[in-house]
C-alpha cells in the first residue's frame, strides 16, 4: 500500500531517525510555520501536517506500523491525544517551552513524578598510583578528596530555620501549575514545573547563610581505601556512598578509585606472571650453577643446568601476582643472559685459548659449520 504522506519528508528526517531528531525538527518546523509565530510565513496546514508527522513517528507502535503498512491512524498521537486540534499559543512565546510540549505528549511525562523527589549525587573518580607491592599483598591507602557535603546546620534543607519553610503559594506545593489556551486551532492547556520554586512545591523565605540555600557545602575528607591482592592496572574500586551528597537529602553518590600501578625497576608484569632478566656468567651456563633470583617474596634458589645458552627462560611457578579474586598466583619468569667479561687477566686468557684448542682438537667447529 502506498503512502498518502511521507512522514519523514515532512519532518526532513530519515528514516532512521531517532526520537531526538524528531524531536528537534519538530520543534525548528513549528517555530517556522505557527501563524501566531511567523506572521509572514505561518501555515496553519502545514503546522497540522507537521503535528500530525510528529505524533506518529515519535510513538514506536504508530511508527512501525506506518513503515510497514503506510499508514498509522493518520490525526491521531500517542496516547489518543488528538494532534489535529493541537496548537499554541506564542504570545508570551519567550516562556514558552517546545521541549515541556513535546515531552508531555512524546513519552516525557513520566518526569513529572520525579521533580519533587531527593536528587542522588554525584559520582566522583579518584586517580591513585600505587607501587608493584601494593598491588601484589593489598594494602591501605588514604586519600583527600574534595566534595560537597550535606550542611550541617540546615541538615541540607538550605533553609535558616525549619519555620522558614513554607508551601508554595503558586502550585500549593505540587510542584506544577497548568495553563490553558485557547487559540485558532482549538483548546490547548500544558503542565509544566513551578518557576517560583523550581518544581520542587516548597520556597524558603530566609535561606541558610552556611550554604547560601543549597543545602550543600564544600569540604575535604580524608578516606581509606583498600587495595586488594592481585589488583591489575586500570581497574576502578568502588567505595558505596562517598560520592557527593545528594540534593533535598537524596543519598550520596560514589566513588571510584581507579588504580595505577608504577613501573618496577626489577619486574616486568604481563597479566599474572612477572619477568625478570638475570645475568649469570660464562662458566656457570656452561658447567651449571645454582643462583639466588629476586621474587616477591624475597630472593629463592634456582637451579641453571649444564650448557644452559643465553636468553633461557626458566618458569617458577606461583612465583608471579596474586590473581584478583581468586586462589593461587601467577608464575615468575627467569630470563638467563650469559655475560661475556669485558676484561680478562693473563692467566683467563691462557684458559680460555687452552679451552678453543680442545675444542678445535675435537672437531667442534668443523662438525658445526660443515
Do not use: W
Request: hydrophobic content about 30%; overall charge neutral.
Amino acid at each position: 500500500m502506498a503512502k498518502e504522506k511521507d512522514y519523514y519528508k515532512i519532518l526532513g528526517v530519515g528514516k532512521d531517525a531517532t526520537k531526538d531528531e524528531i524531536k528537534r525538527a519538530y520543534k525548528q518546523l513549528a517555530k517556522k510555520y505557527h501563524p501566531d509565530l511567523n506572521k509572514d510565513h505561518g501555515d496553519g496546514e502545514k503546522f497540522k501536517e507537521i503535528n500530525e508527522a510528529a505524533s506518529v513517528l515519535a510513538d514506536d507502535e504508530k511508527r512501525q506500523q506506518y513503515d510497514q503498512f503506510g499508514t498509522a491512524a493518520p490525526g491521531m498521537g500517542p496516547n489518543g491525544s488528538d494532534f489535529s486540534n493541537f496548537g499554541f499559543d506564542f504570545g508570551d512565546f519567550q516562556q514558552f517551552d517546545f521541549g515541556d510540549v513535546f515531552d508531555q505528549f512524546f513519552g516525557g511525562g513520566s518526569k513529572r513524578s520525579r521533580k519533587n523527589q531527593p536528587k542522588r549525587g554525584n559520582d566522583l573518580l579518584y586517580e591513585l598510583e600505587i607501587e608493584l607491592e601494593d598491588a601484589a599483598f593489598g594494602t591501605k591507602k588514604s586519600i583527600v578528596i574534595p566534595r560537597l557535603e550535606q550542611c550541617e546546620k540546615c541538615n541540607g534543607s538550605g533553609a535558616e530555620s525549619k519555620s522558614d519553610i513554607a508551601t508554595c503559594p503558586d502550585c500549593k506545593g505540587s510542584g506544577y501549575v497548568r495553563q490553558e489556551r485557547r487559540t485558532p486551532f482549538g483548546y490547548f492547556s500544558t503542565t509544566g514545573p513551578c518557576r517560583k520554586c523550581s518544581g520542587s512545591g516548597q520556597v524558603i523565605k530566609n535561606e541558610c547563610p552556611n550554604c547560601d540555600g543549597t543545602g550543600l557545602v564544600k569540604k575535604t575528607r580524608k578516606i581509606e581505601i583498600q587495595i586488594p591482592k592481585g589488583s591489575q592496572e586500570g581497574i576502578r574500586l568502588r567505595v558505596a556512598g562517598e560520592g557527593e551528597a545528594g540534593e533535598k537529602n537524596g543519598p550520596n553518590g560514589n566513588l571510584y578509585v581507579e588504580l595505577h600501578i608504577n613501573p618496577h625497576e626489577t619486574f616486568q608484569r604481563e597479566g599474572d606472571d612477572l619477568h625478570i632478566e638475570v645475568p649469570i656468567s660464562f662458566a656457570q651456563a656452561a658447567l651449571g650453577s645454582e643462583i639466588k633470583v629476586p621474587t616477591l617474596d624475597g630472593s629463592v634458589s634456582l637451579k641453571i643446568p649444564p650448557g644452559t645458552q643465553t636468553n633461557t627462560v626458566f618458569r617458577m611457578k606461583g612465583k608471579g601476582m596474586p590473581i584478583l579474586n581468586e586462589d593461587g598466583s601467577g608464575d615468575e619468569k627467569v630470563k638467563v643472559i650469559v655475560k661475556v667479561p669485558e676484561k680478562l687477566s693473563k692467566k683467563q686468557k691462557e684458559l680460555l685459548e687452552e679451552f678453543e684448542k680442545l675444542n678445535e682438537d675435537k672437531g667442534f667447529f668443523k662438525n658445526v659449520f660443515k
